[in-house]
């Protein structure tokens, strides 16, 4: 690193990483003390509300994790009766997640998701940019030795 502005970049992309993983977290926390649910789940549920009702699979699509790891949050959104599954008229196999009355008034008092609005400026920019970005921070990744570790979502156990 003997180019100066080199390191300047390198500060200040450090300084961006924190900037947006701190909003996330204090976003976080400050969902779980004012409406008893994660940033995850409150994600869920906006998305949910947004699509109009969907299946597990298009709500995991959409958050981008593995439909796997929706399911933890689907069951404990359902235990706190802020969801239902309800099976489609037209098809008795699928299952479609909606809203409850309950659900939909805590949403109307909610904010926004930070994960969403990190999803949300990643999409304002070209696909070529953020393809490139992808692949910067997969070497990173890869540098760090990260490859192995679970990433599900930002400060949940969900």
């Known amino acids: 690193m003997s180019n100066p502005s080199s390191f300047t970049d390198i500060q200040g992309v450090v300084q961006s990483l924190r900037r947006i993983t701190k909003a996330i977290h204090e976003f976080s926390k400050?969902?779980?003390?004012?409406?008893?649910?994660?940033?995850?789940?409150?994600?869920?549920?906006?998305?949910?509300n947004e699509m109009g009702g969907c299946s597990a699979g298009d709500l995991a699509a959409r958050l981008c994790v593995h439909p796997s790891t929706i399911t933890g949050v689907i069951q404990r959104l359902e235990d706190k009766?802020?969801?239902?599954?309800?099976?489609?008229?037209?098809?008795?196999?699928?299952?479609?997640?909606t809203l409850t009355p309950a659900g939909k008034k805590l949403l109307e008092r909610a904010?926004?998701?930070?994960?969403?609005?990190?999803?949300?400026?990643?999409?304002?920019?070209?696909?070529?940019?953020?393809?490139?970005?992808?692949?910067?921070?997969?070497?990173?990744?890869?540098?760090?030795?990260?490859g192995s570790t679970s990433a599900r979502f930002f400060f949940s156990d969900d």
């Open 111 to 146: 904010p926004h998701p930070a994960q969403g609005q990190l999803i949300a400026a990643l999409s304002q920019f070209p696909p070529e940019d953020v393809t490139k970005l992808r692949g910067m921070l997969d070497h990173i990744v890869e540098a760090m030795e990260l």
């Open 30 to 48: 400050a969902v779980d003390r004012e409406f008893g649910i994660t940033g995850p789940q409150l994600w869920a549920m906006r998305t949910i």
């Open 81 to 97: 009766r802020l969801i239902d599954r309800q099976k489609r008229p037209d098809d008795r196999r699928a299952v479609v997640l």
